[in-house]
């Protein structure tokens, strides 16, 4: 039970027994004071308490009272109480709360008990969810702009993992169509040394995929367009040994941490007959009618989108909307309560149409979600990088990694910068990515600042142990009594909400919020850190000099304070590996103003 629910049985208990001893008036109907559906929230104000409630606000209307004459019983019936502490009326009839340190405690050893799987809800509780995302062109690297949907997608889905739902990670290959053919006739040109097509692509890629084609299987450049596409995208998604500019779409992406457990082929869709398929089915429905030489998806009466759009063009080739309705009917069709899809904002006009062939299939429009994402400005050297696949003048997220991985001499940080510097922006709002903020090993870089703040805690713990102090012991009750300092009571509070902000990111789709979460948690333990200087955690050296400094040590202090410090890095661990964002034990902390080079994380003196 979280601090909160602990707090809202209490407060629902005291209204209770206010309506028993008749502190609410005569007549008060004790089931609806029961029933009652009041918020205990932390206030905006720090200093007006640890939580506040609005039950007296609620209960007004329902039995007829002022709400300050309830919040007024409301504390009164608190008092004494081993959850709430102090209760105070406030404004029209808030009450702020105080908590007991024993009601932290409590959360703080149940952190301890859960480990990893605190703030987890139990695996296959909830929904069957289908999360399709990235489904770039397979014409292309994995530029940076394709990386916040893969990386907005990924969060998306661990979230949804962590409260319960049954989650398939999808990729969508469009390996058919105009784009592919004029994928396939650009290699073509650039292995004859020509100007690829109007429509081609161009860049170095390219012309290294002609040149792989020609080594390995000449015979595709000289032959029909559609098998040379199809190898094509083959080695798009599965990349060219050794190269770096075409280390492959599969490659890449698992380097930023994604991974999908399905990679369904359009191109399939056709060649099982699918589309003629769910054709069949939209016409028998009468969703479908022949006019102007084609064959459209009508939008009927009360339909979201109101335009007909064509399914099949005049020469008798599928539209991409075909295609899109199989699809779905194919995802259906495997059984998912929900299919969620994750689309940039230029495809907002699309999200309409499938609900509409949602709805002639004959499901539920809830069953169908669209997030979109806004665009990605990309900024190196002070000055702003404009993107074109086409042109072949285009940011990789491997350039960026390699890029933010040679600066910093570790392996993972690319991918750890990109991720938390687009998760920490709302899908709703445009990022600007600046590359060379991403670089840098100080405390100017948000993501560098938030693992710091790991590796300080499981360092204390390490150095802990090399003094032969015991850590995360077994503490319950009494034992946890020594940690009383107002910091740490309200770190512990802090830890306490992580279950209920893992549940609102995963039900809002804002995985953002966990950001927010954890750059709160490591500005509070650094703030405490940094003002604990006669009363350190661990005994420093000056201390461990003096003759017989274990007898005069509180040992029980430094226990409960150490168990304190384990539950903060298994929060602070669970809500990065929810960010999918590495947790280091080991960084150097880096030079500050009248620093030397000496000055590492692992020196807690």
């Given at each position: 039970m979280s601090l909160a629910d602990q707090v809202r049985v209490a407060v629902r208990s005291a209204l209770v027994q206010a309506v028993r001893s008749g502190a609410l008036g005569a007549g008060v109907d004790e089931a609806v004071v029961a029933e009652a559906a009041f918020s205990v929230e932390r206030p905006k104000q720090p200093q007006h308490g640890d939580l506040a409630t609005n039950a007296a606000m609620v209960l007004a209307k329902k039995i007829g009272r002022p709400p300050r004459d309830i919040a007024a019983a409301l504390v009164a019936a608190l008092a004494g109480g081993s959850v709430v502490r102090t209760a105070e009326l406030a404004g029209p009839g808030f009450v702020n709360l105080r908590v007991h340190p024993?009601?932290?405690?409590?959360?703080?050893?149940?952190?301890?008990?859960?480990?990893?799987?605190?703030?987890?809800?139990?695996?296959?509780?909830?929904?069957?969810?289908?999360?399709?995302?990235?489904?770039?062109?397979?014409?292309?690297?994995?530029?940076?702009?394709?990386?916040?949907?893969?990386?907005?997608?990924?969060?998306?889905?661990?979230?949804?993992?962590?409260?319960?739902?049954?989650?398939?990670?999808?990729?969508?290959?469009?390996?058919?169509?105009?784009?592919?053919?004029?994928?396939?006739?650009?290699?073509?040109?650039?292995?004859e040394g020509k100007s690829p097509p109007e429509d081609g692509y161009k860049g170095a890629y390219v012309t290294?995929?002609?040149s792989w084609l020609k080594t390995t299987d000449p015979a595709l450049l000289t032959g029909e367009t559609e098998p040379l596409g199809r190898a094509c995208v083959t080695w798009m998604l599965r990349?060219?040994?050794?190269?770096?500019?075409?280390?492959?779409?599969?490659?890449?992406?698992?380097?930023?941490?994604?991974?999908?457990?399905?990679?369904?082929?359009?191109?399939?869709?056709?060649?099982?007959?699918?589309?003629?398929?769910?054709?069949?089915?939209?016409?028998?429905g009468g969703f479908l009618e022949h006019k102007e030489g084609a064959l459209f998806f009508l939008a009927k009466e009360g339909s979201i989108e109101d335009k007909d759009r064509v399914v099949q063009k005049s020469d008798g080739t599928w539209a991409y909307f075909a295609s899109d309705i199989a699809y779905l009917?194919?995802?259906?069709?495997?059984?998912?309560?929900?299919?969620?899809?994750?689309?940039?904002?230029?495809?907002?006009?699309?999200?309409?149409?499938?609900?509409?062939?949602?709805?002639?299939?004959?499901?539920?429009?809830?069953?169908?979600?669209?997030?979109?994402?806004?665009?990605?400005?990309?900024?190196?050297?002070?000055?702003?990088?404009?993107?074109?696949k086409r042109d072949g003048k285009f940011v990789t997220i491997d350039e960026v990694m390699d890029e933010i991985d040679a600066a910093t001499g570790r392996k993972g940080s690319g991918a750890d910068a990109l991720r938390f510097f687009f998760l920490s922006r709302s899908a709703n709002t445009n990022?600007?990515?600046?590359?060379?903020?991403?670089?840098?090993?100080?405390?100017?870089?948000?993501?560098?600042?938030?693992?710091?703040?790991?590796?300080?805690?499981?360092s204390i713990l390490r150095k802990a142990t090399e003094l032969g102090i015991a850590h995360a012991p077994d503490l319950s009750g009494k034992a946890w009594d020594p940690l009383t300092h107002p910091d740490e009571l309200a770190i512990a509070a802090h830890l306490s909400e992580f279950p209920t902000m893992v549940a609102l990111?995963?039900?809002?789709?804002?995985?953002?919020?966990?950001?927010?979460?954890?750059?709160e948690l490591a500005q509070k333990f650094q703030s405490y850190f940094t003002r604990l200087k006669d009363d350190p955690i661990l005994?420093?050296?000056?201390?461990?000099?003096?003759?017989?400094?274990?007898?005069?040590?509180d040992h029980a202090k430094t226990a409960a304070r150490l168990a304190w410090i384990e539950a903060i890095r298994i929060v602070y661990a669970a809500a990065l590996g929810l960010l999918g964002v590495?947790?280091?034990?080991?960084?150097?902390?880096?030079?500050?103003?009248?620093e030397d080079d000496t000055t590492v994380l692992a020196a807690e003196e």
């Open positions: 024993g009601a932290l405690h409590v959360e703080l050893d149940a952190i301890l008990r859960a480990g990893r799987a605190f703030g987890r809800a139990a695996a296959a509780t909830g929904e069957r969810i289908d999360v399709e995302y990235v489904s770039a062109n397979p014409t292309g690297p994995v530029t940076v702009a394709s990386g916040r949907n893969a990386i907005y997608g990924d969060a998306v889905a661990r979230l949804l993992e962590a409260t319960g739902h049954r989650v398939t990670r999808e990729f969508y290959v469009n390996d058919r169509g105009n784009l592919v053919r004029a994928f396939a006739e650009s290699v073509r040109a650039a292995a290294e995929l002609a990349g060219i040994p050794g190269s770096r500019t075409l280390p492959g779409i599969r490659p890449s992406l698992a380097d930023l941490g994604v991974v999908f457990d399905v990679w369904f082929s359009e191109e399939s869709l056709h060649r099982w007959g699918a589309v003629g398929a769910v054709m069949r089915q939209l016409d028998q009917a194919d995802k259906f069709g495997r059984g998912y309560d929900r299919l969620i899809y994750v689309l940039g904002a230029d495809h907002h006009g699309t999200v309409p149409r499938l609900k509409n062939a949602v709805t002639a299939l004959g499901f539920a429009t809830s069953r169908f979600e669209a997030l979109l994402y806004q665009l990605v400005f990309i900024t190196k050297g002070g000055e702003a990088f404009k993107s074109s990022v600007d990515f600046d590359i060379d903020l991403a670089k840098k090993t100080s405390l100017d870089n948000p993501v560098f600042y938030v693992q710091y703040g790991h590796a300080r805690l499981a990111a995963a039900e809002l789709r804002e995985p953002h919020r966990i950001v927010f979460y954890v750059q005994p420093q050296a000056s201390e461990r000099a003096k003759p017989g400094w274990e007898a005069s040590w590495s947790a280091p034990d080991r960084m150097e902390r880096p030079k500050e103003s009248g």
